[in-house]
């Protein structure tokens, strides 16, 4: 299906934010995508994703709006992090509504800390329909030191080059026993209940969002990808996470062989075909859009 692309000016705060409008041929979509772009990157290499991922949706029937929200790419004002965007996600929505009146539901699609701002929006505003989300950021000092202890060591001690730097000058038993040692200390003491402030602000705020969110969601995890893991662990590790991700709205996709950021146009191809089937099977499900 051929497609059409447009600027579209987002108002939020006094400033400005860019978006890009991906619009399919036939018009009168009932259900739309919004990429929500997180974290300072170029658009190429790797990260074009969310280019082809809006091409791709978009040539499925689905309009798509791209932006980055304030502080981040085209967008105006100063330098926010993912935890701070509830605004420009709902003025996102509103110039997508506006652009698009045939919408009855928005979707929200984000990948990393984008992933996890969409879950900390979604149950605060009825015209999202559903969320894609994709290796999700949930790292505190207790996930990541149990991930690197769960999938980096063990692994190290697997690798035969491992085992060739032990047995020459090149290694440091004394470093490694303390980079071991520290990893262990911070997952005690995240079991402990002595995460950082912060860490714990965000991933309550994240609970409170998927666990209040009433609509379908996807959560596409690659399976070479330590952010993904400690998603994972997260997930393994606390009963709240583990309650929230088990119901039967949520599914969870794994996707052999790939990376953080997709970079393979196969499995990126992949994670596209993923989210369009989901979209085709949770378009009966969508909501009015409140307007």
């Known amino acids: 299906m051929s497609t059409a692309v447009s600027v579209l ?28 772009v997180g974290g300072p990157q170029y658009r190429v290499g790797s990260h074009r994703q ?3 991922a809006a091409r791709a949706l978009a040539a499925g029937g689905y309009p798509v709006l791209r932006f980055d929200y304030r502080g981040m790419g085209d967008s105006a ?22 652009a698009v009146p045939t919408l009855h539901s928005v979707v929200l699609y984000g990948l990393c800390d984008a992933a996890s701002a969409v879950m900390m929006y979604a149950a605060g505003d009825a015209r999202v329909g559903g969320l894609i989300v994709l290796n999700p950021w949930a ?14 060591y063990v692994q190290r001690f697997l690798q035969p080059a491992f085992w060739r730097k032990l047995f020459s000058a ?54 070479h990808d330590l952010t993904a893991k400690e998603f994972l662990q997260l997930c393994q590790s606390d009963a709240r996470w583990r309650k929230a991700m088990g119901a039967a709205r949520v599914q969870q996709v794994p996707l052999t062989g790939a990376d953080h950021t ?30």
């Open 9 to 36: 000016p987002i108002g939020c705060g006094g400033d400005e934010l860019l978006g890009m409008l991906h619009t399919p041929a036939d018009a009168g979509a009932a259900v739309g995508v919004l990429i929500v």
């Open 50 to 52: 969310f280019v082809t």
């Open 77 to 98: 004002a100063q330098v926010r992090t993912f935890e701070a965007v509830n605004e420009d996600i709902r003025a996102a929505i509103d110039a997508f509504c506006k």
């Open 139 to 152: 790292r505190t000092q207790a996930t990541q030191a149990a991930t690197h202890l769960r999938h980096y």
């Open 170 to 223: 090149r290694f440091n038993p004394l470093r490694a026993g303390r980079e071991l040692l520290s990893s262990v200390g911070r997952v005690w003491r995240g079991g402990s209940g002595t995460q950082g402030p912060s860490s714990t602000h965000f991933l309550e705020r994240m609970l409170a969002g998927i666990t209040g969110f009433p609509g379908r969601v996807l959560v596409l995890i690659s399976e």
């Open 262 to 291: 997709f970079s393979t146009r196969a499995d990126l191809d992949a994670a596209n075909r993923h989210a369009l089937d989901w979209l085709t099977a949770a378009g009966s499900a969508s909501k009015p859009v409140s307007r």
